[in-house]
């Protein structure tokens, strides 16, 4: 497990996260609902070592490597997507194997714009080419803020192939206003309400997330009020 104890971050005097207190799988999927301005992707930075802490403490399995999908997405738009994947694989790898670029490009459906610049790429190439880094940086944890925008009904059944795959092994945690697709894919789930998290529980295919969400808000209100 990952432990979230006390964690607090505030910006300008003004609170963006208020003592969250968590334990979170370190494998499977862990999706964060929220609704915009909740700190869902506050959190994610925090999570990834980018937003430092006012205070609390964090605690991750030794040598467990992150990597961030940011939204949106970030490239080096000098870069062409090959060169870009390139650039993430030696960054994150020691002993790199060439094929997994190849590899890819070839799952995430991206050999058709390998040798365009970042730049010019649309946002569900964008999102394509943000999912196909975290394949060849192989961190232990991943971290996807809105994941599924700009997915096509194609690539969006190829992510959640590759996310079910993936989970037996690895820790993913995404942020996403999509309930109805994250639902299929949740092992865990956290509701984040004004900065604080609210629920926190095993997720076993019963409620629609829609309902959790709402119900989760309802009693949060009734036990403040």
């Not at 000098?78 to 670029?101: H, K, R």
């Not at 865990?188 to 997330?209: C, K, L, R």
Request: proline share 4%; net charge negative.
């Amino acid at each position: 497990y990952m432990k979230l104890k006390q964690l607090c971050l505030s910006r300008s005097k003004q609170m963006i996260l208020h003592d969250l207190n968590a334990q979170l799988p370190s494998t499977g999927v862990t999706v964060l609902l929220g609704a915009n301005g909740a700190g869902k992707s506050t959190l994610l930075n925090v999570l990834a070592g980018i937003s430092e802490l006012d205070s609390g403490t964090l605690q991750l399995a030794a040598n467990t490597s992150v990597c961030l999908m940011p939204e949106p997405a970030v490239f080096y738009p000098q870069l062409t997507v090959v060169e870009q994947l390139n650039f993430v694989a030696n960054l994150f790898g020691q002993n790199f194997d060439p094929s997994c670029i190849e590899a890819a490009l070839d799952v995430w459906q991206l050999q058709a714009v390998k040798d365009k610049l970042t730049q010019h790429l649309s946002l569900g190439y964008r999102q394509r080419l943000s999912l196909a880094q975290l394949t060849v940086a192989a961190a232990d944890l991943w971290l996807l803020d809105e994941p599924m925008n700009g997915m096509d009904p194609e690539v969006l059944s190829v992510f959640k192939q590759q996310i079910e795959a993936l989970k037996l092994s690895k820790g993913i945690i995404m942020a996403t206003h999509i309930m109805h697709e994250a639902q299929e894919l949740a092992d865990w789930v956290v509701v984040m309400h004004q900065g604080q998290i609210i629920y926190s529980e095993a997720y076993d295919n019963g409620t629609p997330f829609h309902e959790l969400y709402q119900q989760s808000i309802q009693d949060h209100q009734a036990s403040i009020s």
